[in-house]
Structures are given as structure tokens and as C-alpha cells.
């Protein structure tokens, strides 16, 4: 008799390779996912076909994933309760993604490229929360 508490999904769902040692839920059910040492393909710099790295971004309400097209380790995840916002150190660089469409937020007031500019090799995020 099959574990009811155990449920195999009905494929198989891929996500860069590498050592996973990140994952962070958003707050609009987006599921990061982030690892290090993994294949990154092409080069974020010099787009020339398909460019990806060692984030992964699984939607929980519809099971699709999302590999955007970035390079590098991801040493840092952060989510945050009253945004829809994820902040990802990734490749040393700080990037946000907007949680409503899994990809960089782009063209805002302090982003205009999905990147924050910060002098040295991001390594991890952290929200301070005053409550």
C-alpha cells in the first residue's frame, strides 16, 4: 500500500545541476531555488543562444519552473512579506526579481537593469524586519 502522505509528481521537473544548499518561498508562492558549482550555459554578458545559471524559480500554484537567463552561484536568497519582490545573490551580483512575473525587475525608480550596483562580491542577503 502506497504512503498517502508520499506523492509522486507525473514528470519529472528539471532544475540546474550543482549542490543546491538555497531555496526561499516568495511571498506569491514562488519557490527559489539556488546552488553553487553548477553547468552555466553561455554568457550573461554576451547573450548568444540560451544563458542560464544555478537559480531555478518553481512556481508552486501552476508547477511550471523558470531558469533565468543568469550566470554564476547563488549564495543568497531573500523573500519579503509585503513585496513582491526576491532578492538573489547570484554570481556576486545582487539582482531582484518581481515574484508576479519570475523575472527581473526592470526600469524602476533605483533598477534599471534587475541589478543593484554594489562595490565587491555579494555573497548572501538579509532582510531586517521590525515588527
Known amino acids: 500500500m502506497q504512503d498517502p502522505y508520499y506523492n509522486n509528481p507525473a514528470t519529472e521537473i528539471a532544475i540546474p545541476d550543482g549542490y543546491h544548499d538555497r531555496i526561499d518561498m516568495s511571498v506569491n508562492g514562488q519557490l527559489f531555488i539556488g546552488s553553487y558549482d553548477c553547468t552555466n550555459i ?3 554578458y ?6 542560464r545559471g544555478c537559480l531555478a524559480i518553481f512556481n508552486t500554484t501552476n508547477a511550471t ?3 533565468p537567463p543568469d550566470n554564476g552561484d547563488v549564495t543568497g536568497l531573500q ?4 513585496r513582491d519582490v526576491e532578492y538573489v545573490a547570484e554570481g556576486g551580483n545582487l ?3 518581481d515574484t508576479r512575473i519570475d523575472s527581473l525587475l526592470l526600469n524602476t525608480d533605483y533598477i534599471e537593469t534587475g541589478t543593484i550596483i554594489i562595490n565587491g562580491y555579494i555573497i548572501d542577503v538579509k532582510a531586517v524586519d521590525f515588527f
Open 42 to 44: 553561455g554568457n550573461v
Open 46 to 51: 554576451n547573450p548568444q543562444g540560451e544563458v
Open 65 to 67: 519552473v523558470v531558469i
Open 79 to 82: 523573500s519579503f512579506t509585503t
Open 95 to 97: 539582482r531582484v526579481y
